[in-house]
């Protein structure tokens, strides 16, 4: 396939399901601006394949996919988020809860990442153990001791912050 | 504990942005990047074969009194934009008013204003030229913009010439 149509297409793509996917990865992500630099260099990956992406069943959950592993590779690339800042000073400011609601986002972003992506391709988007496995290249048993120690964590930060509430 | 999943997926549609960047600007903005790091390799593969110092020659640096008109028995028209690009993520490249220099490799510079949109068409012969420029409308001031890569100017002409002053 020629340039100009894959771009259309995934145009097309980027416009149906940006903001979605931005909204699922920020829950894994430490903020959303950093949500927002791997959805968009996701689907910049897209463009380079596809030929292979178009023929999938769900081309979302391979930009999603691609998404998450960026996010779990820019931990180990924290220089370059670093430098990234002080190219654009700091992120904008993410709209506050409500006060009367639980801080679910902050509840997360105690978790470590791996747990992080764990619980929202379980709980959000879903996905069976084995599919998150293989997402994320690990062990199904990974990921259900991930999935367990996160929803142990959770609670007991949920039940903490709501007594505070 | 209340659902998870009921409490997670209400939070993620409130993170979802509520704008988002075009998507040609992304494509735009990457090609960008991939020209500049190019052109980086390229001056680490000159240096490393001793020609740097020509391409530094090549360098005008602040315009002088050898600006004059273009020489050369085939003039030919080459089209363009003066743009300011960077900032926040997200931010489109802005077509800003200012002045372009077009320097020839014997040393010709040849000026150009460009209108507010920041559209520029300049007449010079065909030939490799380094190109930069500078915002405002001193045409004295130093150039702090500069086209990515060194032009080659065709005899057909050249249009599409992106001349990108950074936001720091």
Redesign the interface.
Known sequence: MSRKPAEDAVSELYASCYRRLVGVITLAAPSRAEAEECVQEAFLRVLSRWDHVSQLDSPEAWVRTVAFNLLSNRRRKARNAIRALLRHGPPPTEPPPSPNRVDLTHAMRRLPIGQRQAVVMHHVLGLSIEEIARALKVAPGTVKSRLSRARTALAATLREETTHA | ??D??E???T???????AH??A??D??RA?RRQRTRLIAGVALIALAGAGGATAFLEADPGRPDDTVRAPAGPFPVTVTGLLQQV????GTPPRGIPGTVWFRADDGTITPAPTADSGRFTITVAAGRYVVTGAPGGDPQQPPTCRAETPLTVSTDGLTGVEVNCHI?
């Open positions: 504990m209340p998870l999943s409490l997670l997926t939070e993620a549609i409130r993170l979802q942005p988002q960047p998507f040609p992304l494509v990457r960077g900032g926040p993520q720091r």
